[in-house]
């Protein structure tokens, strides 16, 4: 009899113990699925920043584009004798300019970056006015200049971070 309850006990052990088992092998199987699922977003998260930091930065090089051309045709109007009234180029440079407003409309809520945010708010709100040909002048053109040239280096700076940024734990 005796050797039948210790054979019990020796069963009930051992079923305690592959219970157990089972349980702390869930549970660290459950741990790495989620570890995996959370490094999986980091990266995404990751990649999706940065591409919108590239294409910010590409309206920036098309706002330098066009802020070059407009400073051009000032110049090139005065040289002649001629100031004020409206711009005639071969591009209408509002439409770039609503064009590209349209896009960072789109891209800013999407940045994680509240310098690079703001910098670029800075930057859309100044192309507004030109866009709409209020106060267009050197002194706007040139602060639209130094504010693009100081969101520039806040994305740089922004995705310099992210590169910098360990995905892991």
Known sequence: MESAVWGFIGTLVGALASIGTSWITTRSATYAQREKIQLEWRVRQREFQIKVVTELQEILGEFIRVTGRIRHIDE???????????????EDLS????????????????????RAQGSIQKVRETAVKISLGVGVGMQTMLQFSNEIECANTA???????????????
């Open 76 to 90: 090139m109007r005065e040289s002649a004798g001629r100031t004020g009234g409206a711009l005639s180029t071969g």
């Open 95 to 114: 439409d770039v300019f609503s064009q590209q407003l349209r896009r960072i409309n789109v891209l800013l809520a999407r940045i994680d970056d509240a």
């Open 155 to 169: 994305l740089t700076a922004y995705l310099g971070s992210i590169y910098s940024t360990k995905l892991g734990h």
